[in-house]
């Protein structure tokens, strides 16, 4: 069976195929996929490699069209999405044709969670992914145990001190805050199960370019089993199905994977708004459960910088893509950042305007998902923008004079490593 789409598939040369390569997609992989490396992503900020590759993909598109660029790349079929209508059909259309679970995902994603969602496909997929949903309360602005939830906030971020807050205070609150939401109190300290995660996940920026190292995996797993099996119920853990077929500790390592990049999300919407005093005091005074003024800032961030770097679909069948046939196992790579700040879909491109997020839980424009979209959309979407909204509600309220010591101006960098981000307070 054949999957037609109107947009017309161009193969680039080799020229250009390298230019893109080396502006584009060489900068992403070496600031890390999986586990961001601070010292590359601050050299991107600096040389704003983002931008620039983003430009380099407007000339492309000028040059070929709209459609998406096939690369000259020997022995496999790869093409790069600038176009938000397709963009929008390979989203739509996950899992089938389009799987979330490419040959370079389920790589670099088998050093840690061998048997997450992202790395399953089939009937195993459609188990865990059902699983997930029920745990994460997908689809539920307020996920159940959303009382206990602030609560764990609250009480870390009311532990907070000093007369600054810079990254290296702020990643040790916010991972306390995770794994006692992820997996309980009796996870609060447990700074060793942190630290095994991030090993792995630094090997997964490797994909298959590095062996699997299955004993530190296998201490990490049971580690996690742990917490799984003794979970109270006010965790999300503790929501799990236990259903064997879900493997269900199996989910849980994705979860503290992904709230990790939530932490910087949270960062960088707290420097946002430390360098806008009326967006800052209007977010400080922000009322009720859903937060929403607060949540608005959030997604914003999430689209200014994308925790997910590209979006990868591969094709599970033959496509005829206007008039192009793309073969079974075509690669689909969507750079996120160039498609959220598309000046010509998206008024405002490099400016902080949360405003366009408010009324609405979806942003008007279909070039941007910062939490992808469709059917594969994230799970845990709902959960973790009430943790990230509640994170930046809690600081801003114990800290109401929040400033940024550097403040963030448009137009605002294309890279923007969250690591260097200090604020202060007065009062």
């Known amino acids: 069976m054949v999957t037609r789409v109107r947009s017309a598939a161009v193969r680039i040369g080799v020229v250009d195929t390298l230019r893109c390569a080396i502006g584009v997609l060489v900068p992403m992989l070496a600031q890390g996929v999986i586990r961001r490396r601070p010292r590359i992503v601050r ?66 994603l088998r050093h840690f969670q061998p048997h997450g969602v992202l790395a399953s496909r089939g009937p195993a997929r459609a188990v865990r992914r059902a699983a997930n949903e029920r745990a994460l309360d997908a689809g ?6 959303a009382d206990a939830i602030v609560t764990k906030i609250r009480d870390e971020v009311a532990a907070l001190d000093g007369d600054a807050l810079d990254w290296p205070c702020f990643a040790p609150t916010f991972d306390r805050i995770i794994r006692r939401v992820v997996l309980g109190d009796a996870a609060r300290g447990d700074t060793d199960l942190t630290s095994e995660l991030n090993h792995l996940r ?44 879900s493997d269900p500790a199996g989910q849980v390592p994705h979860w503290l994977f992904a709230f990790d990049a939530a932490g910087i999300t949270a960062f ?45 679909r591969e094709s599970t069948r033959d496509t005829d893509w206007g008039g192009t046939l793309l073969r079974r196992g075509t690669t689909f790579v969507i750079p996120s950042a160039f498609h959220h700040r598309d000046p010509t879909a ?59 010591v550097d403040p963030l101006r448009p137009p605002l960098p294309g890279t923007l490593d969250h690591t260097s981000l200090r604020m202060v307070w007065h009062g």
């Open 140 to 145: 539920r602005a307020m996920h159940h145990a």
């Open 43 to 108: 050299l991107a900020q600096r040389f704003d490699l983002d931008r620039r590759g983003a430009e380099l993909l407007h000339r492309l598109r000028y040059r070929h069209g709209s459609g998406p660029l096939r690369l000259a790349v020997p022995g496999r079929s790869v093409a790069v999405v600038l176009d938000a209508a397709d963009a929008e059909r390979l989203l739509t259309g996950s899992p089938d044709p389009f799987a979330p679970a490419t040959t370079e995902k389920v790589a670099a």
């Open 202 to 245: 630094s090997a997964a920026n490797w994909a298959y370019l590095r062996p699997r190292d299955e004993r530190r995996r296998a201490r990490f797993q049971n580690r996690v089993d742990g917490y799984v099996a003794r979970a109270d119920p006010e965790s999300l853990a503790g929501a799990l199905p236990r259903d064997p077929a």
């Open 268 to 312: 960088r919407a707290l420097a946002l708004l430390g360098s806008d005093p009326a967006r800052r005091a209007r977010a400080a005074a922000d009322a009720g459960p859903l937060l929403p003024y607060v949540r608005a800032c959030v997604l914003d961030t999430v689209r200014l910088w994308p925790t997910t770097l590209v979006v990868l």
């Open 346 to 404: 998206t008024p405002h491109a490099d400016e902080f305007v949360p405003e366009e997020w408010t009324g609405a839980d979806v942003h008007p424009r279909r070039s941007v998902f910062p939490f992808s979209a469709g059917p594969a959309v994230c799970p845990g979407r709902d959960v973790v923008l009430l943790t990230v909204s509640t994170v930046v509600s809690a600081v801003l309220r114990r800290f109401p004079d929040l400033r940024a």
